[in-house]
């Protein structure tokens, strides 16, 4: 504890011992030798059994709140004590289907003039075409009215549209062993009219429009809608290649070898220009202090997790999902979306 908040303490102890009367208890917490509740013991009243159950209950409860409190006090005055500077923390993970809190996100941390820089932690394995260049333009146009660097850190995965969405960031920092690329485009459907044929299931359709039933399932696909549906293709590879190149100062003639829809490690990926530093953490905390001018202690700012009310009571929530339910389910929706899905980068 700081010796300004125990001399303030003493004070207040000072103050309460002189104005207390005499039966009043205080219940001290034996470890930090620090007055945990006031109990009230009215003259000629005996505590019963339920008295002392029912005290003992509430000084328990104040005892499992009671870190959390302390914590948020001090977080909320630690800028007091030591010079900070914040940096915003946003985490890009799985398969990405909808940009409206990353969207969100970044706006808040880059219209806050109080954080420095940004720090995207990715570990994509890709995203629906609109969703990664619907992130990878805020990005952009948001650096333009608040300009503040923003580092890209990867772990494991960036590929597909999560590495579009990295390329709107200064710089990329991945081990050399991730698995960066993945720059192309795919679209998938599946054929389901031979299975109602099996179990005699007839399906019709009335339609309007010679290519409207162009991505459904229990119709065949004809030459005509294949071929629509790679010019569709070739024109989003065409976009995706142009942001790549245009930000990582990319050839177009080589695109055969930095894109092409291949994977490269981290190692590889450093040797075509598709990512900056090999490192971790400590490369990006010293980027980031490099191109925000920052000196000193770097303070975290990450996006506010929705709590219930056992957090209320103290109790802690992961960053991550570290439930096995939440982990499995997560990995059985990735697949499912991966392998039957629509339009991806």
Same mark, same amino acid.
């Given at each position: 504890m700081?010796?300004?908040?125990?001399? !303030?303490?003493?004070?207040?102890? /000072?103050?309460?011992?002189?104005?207390?009367?005499?039966? &009043? !208890?205080?219940?001290?917490?034996?470890?930090?030798?620090?007055?945990?509740?006031?109990? *009230?013991?009215?003259?000629? &009243?005996?505590? /019963?059994?339920?008295?002392?159950?029912?005290?003992? %209950?509430?000084?328990?409860?104040?005892? &499992?709140?009671?870190?959390?409190l302390i914590e948020g006090i001090r977080k909320q005055y630690s800028h007091y004590l030591e010079p900070r500077t914040q940096v915003g923390v946003l985490k890009i993970k799985g398969v990405l289907y909808d940009s409206s809190f990353y969207t969100k996100q970044l706006y808040t941390f880059f219209k806050n003039p109080q954080i420095k820089g940004i720090l995207i932690q990715m570990d994509c394995l890709g995203s629906a075409a609109g969703t990664g260049q619907t992130i990878f333009n805020e990005i952009?146009?948001?650096?333009?009215? %608040?300009?503040?660097?923003?580092?890209?850190?990867?772990?494991?995965?960036?590929?597909? $549209? $999560?590495?579009?969405?990295?390329?709107? *960031?200064?710089?990329?920092?991945?081990?050399?062993?991730?698995?960066?690329?993945?720059?192309?485009?795919? %679209?998938?459907?599946?054929q389901l009219r031979e299975f109602l044929e099996q179990f005699k299931i007839r399906y019709t359709t009335v339609t309007a429009g010679t290519y409207k039933t162009t991505t459904n399932p229990f119709v065949d696909t004809t030459e005509q809608e294949k071929l629509l549906l790679q010019g569709i293709q070739n024109d989003v590879y065409k976009q995706f290649v142009q942001h790549v190149a245009k930000a990582?100062? !990319?050839?177009?003639?080589?695109?055969? =070898?930095?894109?092409?829809?291949? !994977?490269? /490690?981290?190692?590889?990926?450093?040797?075509? $220009?598709?990512?900056? =530093?090999?490192? *971790? /953490?400590?490369?990006?905390?010293?980027?980031l202090k490099e191109k925000a001018l920052i000196e000193g202690?770097? =303070?975290?700012?990450?996006?506010?997790?929705?709590? $219930?009310?056992?957090? %209320?009571?103290?109790?802690?929530?992961?960053?991550?999902d570290n439930s096995m339910f939440t982990s499995a389910l997560n990995q059985i929706c990735t697949f499912l979306e991966t392998r039957y899905s629509g339009l991806k980068l």
């Open positions: 700081p010796q300004i908040v125990k001399k !303030l303490w003493a004070k207040v102890k /000072t103050i309460i011992a002189k104005n207390l009367p005499q039966n &009043h !208890l205080f219940v001290y917490d034996d470890i930090k030798k620090m007055p945990i509740a006031d109990i *009230s013991i009215p003259k000629g &009243h005996t505590m /019963t059994v339920y008295d002392y159950l029912k005290n003992i %209950f509430l000084i328990l409860i104040f005892l &499992h709140i009671a870190p959390s952009k146009t948001l650096k333009q009215e %608040f300009p503040k660097p923003v580092v890209t850190l990867v772990e494991n995965v960036c590929a597909s $549209g $999560g590495y579009l969405i990295s390329c709107a *960031s200064d710089y990329i920092i991945a081990p050399p062993a991730a698995i960066i690329g993945s720059i192309g485009s795919y %679209f998938s459907n599946i990582r100062k !990319l050839s177009l003639v080589k695109i055969t =070898e930095w894109a092409d829809g291949k !994977l490269f /490690t981290g190692q590889q990926a450093l040797q075509l $220009g598709l990512i900056d =530093e090999i490192g *971790s /953490t400590q490369n990006a905390i010293r980027v202690v770097i =303070e975290w700012v990450k996006p506010p997790v929705k709590r $219930g009310f056992l957090s %209320f009571l103290g109790s802690r929530e992961q960053d991550n």
